[in-house]
């Protein structure tokens, strides 16, 4: 079924514009060839000649859906114009992060593949030119993947005031050690930007223990991917553990200023929490097209699914909470884009919001569709996980809860009470 836009009232007719060419595009190039873009060859029982044939068909619809999408002028949305993006502003990427999710996979399709799109985001921020020509270029062009590794074993990810990995100076160069883990696409990347402590003994650089964020290349000695840990049960995973042992890299490699990660890891969260609930937004709207579509047709019990009241339960239940997701997840958008103080309370609430949300849809989703909903042959059960995971990554729900009500409680204890209608 396809995504079902129509212009927006009130909103502003480029973001309309684009909402409406990416639906297009979506329907007419994404979804009919949806099953074949991500279709696995390894179970295949053909010959290893056939299957590499398959494999290159494949890659060969991928490419050419990506070129299609360059000339409707819808590649890399999150970029600046002069790296060759559509130079979106917040909200209307924000916008077109709901449909591109409709699709499993479009916006690797439209050029933008996580951790590869957050980490160019950064280096367009705070990148010098020389690191923008050597490593955001080719990272835009796909010819270098990219990891952001941040998260340690032995330190809670959602405190990362406890991060212990080190940096410390000698001469030019930056000497690394510490522990990692979850850096995603770390089996792919070229390089990570790590998160890390700096500490310069000549004092030059700033007082020691300072959060900074420097590039190294994989291939730098010392660095050790260590496995791709498996997750929900498979064997292995592209999200791997990673030790830098002494490993050496110029101190030309810091990205931004030393005691600048922490702030550039909260540019990267703050709009990034909100892209994720649009994106999440976008595929509870196909979860909720899905069980909606099998409901008018499935025959059960001498009645169809969409007869049955349970059923008729859980439509209303998801429409509830999409539409709440969805006012939920503009309103904080709003207050980013307009800069208001209050943003910090509304994107907190949303990365508690939505993620629930969308698992509860999906979960009903899933429940409609029966032994189907779980196989890979519809989206559901990969949302299913997404769901799961973005309940604790980028913060998880309780550091997030705690936040809400201590900005709520702060505002009355200075004698201002909610003003809900703002
Ligand atoms: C699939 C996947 C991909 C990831 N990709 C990356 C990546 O690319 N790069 C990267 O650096 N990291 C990545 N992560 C790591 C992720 O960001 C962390 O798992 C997350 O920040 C939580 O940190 P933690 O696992 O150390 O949990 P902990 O910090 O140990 O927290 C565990 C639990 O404690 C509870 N908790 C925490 N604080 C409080 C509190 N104040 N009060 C009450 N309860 C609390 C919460 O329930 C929380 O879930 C990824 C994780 C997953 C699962």
Not at 28 to 53: K, M, Q, V, Y
Not at 277 to 300: H, K, P, T, Y
Not at 390 to 414: C, F, M, T, W
Request: glycine content about 10%.
């Amino acid at each position: 079924m396809p995504i079902n836009i129509s212009p927006i009232a009130g909103l502003d007719d480029s973001v309309n514009d684009i909402r409406l060419r990416t639906a297009a595009f979506v329907n007419a190039e994404i979804l009919p060839n949806e099953a074949r873009l991500w279709a696995s060859t390894s179970g295949l029982d053909f010959p290893e000649e056939e299957r590499e044939h398959e494999r290159r068909q494949i890659i060969e619809l991928r490419e050419s859906i990506k070129a299609k999408v360059n000339e409707a002028g819808l590649w890399a949305p999150h970029l600046p114009k002069e790296y060759g993006g559509m130079g979106l502003d917040f909200l209307s990427l924000a916008y077109m992060y709901e449909i591109l999710a409709y699709a499993t996979g479009a916006a690797k399709l439209f050029g933008i593949a996580a951790p590869n799109s957050g980490n160019a985001t950064i280096l367009v921020k705070y990148g010098t030119e020389e690191q923008k020509e050597k490593w955001l270029l080719p990272l835009i062009d796909g010819t270098l993947e990219s990891g952001f590794s941040m998260t340690e074993p032995d330190n809670a990810g959602s405190d990362p005031r406890s991060i212990k990995t080190e940096a410390v100076r000698d001469g030019d160069d930056w000497v690394i050690n510490g522990h990692k883990w979850f850096t995603s696409n770390g089996i792919d990347a070229n390089f990570f930007i790590v998160m890390c402590r700096a500490n310069d003994p000549t004092g030059e650089l700033g007082k020691p223990g300072q959060m900074s964020q420097i590039i190294v290349p994989t291939d730098t000695a010392g660095v050790k991917i260590v496995r791709g840990i498996g997750i929900f049960g498979h064997a292995t995973s592209d999200h791997c553990e990673v030790l830098y042992e002494n490993v050496r890299v110029p101190i030309a490699n810091t990205l931004g200023l030393v005691g600048q990660g922490h702030q550039a890891a909260q540019d990267r969260l703050g709009a990034g929490r909100v892209y994720h609930c649009m994106n999440s937004i976008g595929q509870m709207w196909r979860a909720f097209d899905l069980m909606v579509e099998r409901s008018l047709v499935r025959e059960v019990h001498g009645g169809l699914l969409k007869d049955k009241e349970f059923i008729q339960g859980f439509i209303a239940d998801s429409y509830m909470d999409i539409q709440s997701a969805r006012l939920l997840t503009i309103h904080a958008a709003e207050k980013v884009a307009q800069g208001d103080p209050g943003a910090r309370t509304a994107i907190s609430s949303i990365k508690v919001f939505v993620p629930a949300a969308f698992h509860r849809v999906v979960d009903r989703a899933i429940q409609v569709w029966g032994g189907a909903g779980v196989s890979n042959d519809l989206p559901l059960s990969v949302m299913y996980l997404a769901a799961r995971v973005l309940r604790l990554a980028d913060g998880p729900d309780e550091v997030h809860r705690i936040l809400i009500a201590k900005n709520v409680i702060h505002q009355y204890e200075s004698g201002v009470s909610m003003d809900f209608g703002n």
